[in-house]
């Protein structure tokens, strides 16, 4: 394992969060597979790392009880209730904006349904990022958010930002602004109720 990779880990078990690594997709299903007991009731944030790893499509088949935020033709409403449901689940998949090699997460997100659940509530989380997202500091992370991902997560959600136009964040006061909450998790109360997978690829943005 690169030095990096192997240094994070232990800065995440330090901070109370258990750390894994695999080398692909095959790998990541199969650990997390071992992390999930029958029954399980499973919650996701937005990850373009999850879509593209299969995992949405994997548990969408698994017979999990599954509180998919992407079925179509949701109202707000429903969406509402997913949200709150995630509170409660027993797993809470999600990505990351950024992982600090001192082994801390940076997220920014919109209404906050994806970071409040990383903080509170569900009795795992299950984070899954490429080793795109690791940073050397917080610094850095806040700066990889705000400058790459933030910009394409709003051309993904096909927003009128600046960003969209600019390919950079301004720091604009856009209606439809999409940074709103900037979530440093510094370290947990609960020792490993947030398992961290790095994956040896890139995923995501
Ligand atoms: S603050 Fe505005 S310009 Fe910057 S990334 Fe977010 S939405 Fe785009």
Aim: net charge positive.
């Amino acid at each position: 394992m690169d030095k990096r990779i192997e240094k994070t880990i232990t800065n995440l078990k330090q901070n109370n969060m258990e750390g894994y690594f695999v080398k692909d997709k095959e790998e990541l299903l199969l650990l997390l597979k071992s992390l999930m007991k029958q029954g399980d009731t499973i919650g996701c944030g937005d990850s373009g790392t999850l879509e593209e790893t299969g995992v949405f499509a994997y548990i969408r088949n698994s017979g999990h009880t599954f509180y998919d935020k992407h079925q179509e033709g949701l109202t707000a409403e429903e969406k509402r209730k997913i949200y709150l449901h995630n509170f409660d689940a027993d797993i809470f998949l999600t990505g990351t904006n950024a992982i600090t090699v001192d082994g801390k997460l940076f997220n920014i997100d919109g209404n906050g349904s994806r970071v409040a659940p990383m903080l509170y509530g569900p009795r795992q989380v299950i984070v899954v990022a490429g080793i795109n997202k690791l940073t050397d500091t917080v610094e850095e992370a806040i700066n990889r958010t705000r400058q790459i991902a933030a910009p394409m997560d709003a051309m993904r959600l096909k927003k009128n930002t600046p960003c969209t136009k600019l390919g950079k964040c301004i720091d604009c006061g856009h209606e439809q602004r999409i940074c709103n909450d900037f979530v440093l998790i510094a370290r947990q109360f609960i020792k490993d109720r947030i398992k961290v997978i790095l994956i040896n690829q890139k995923y995501g943005f």
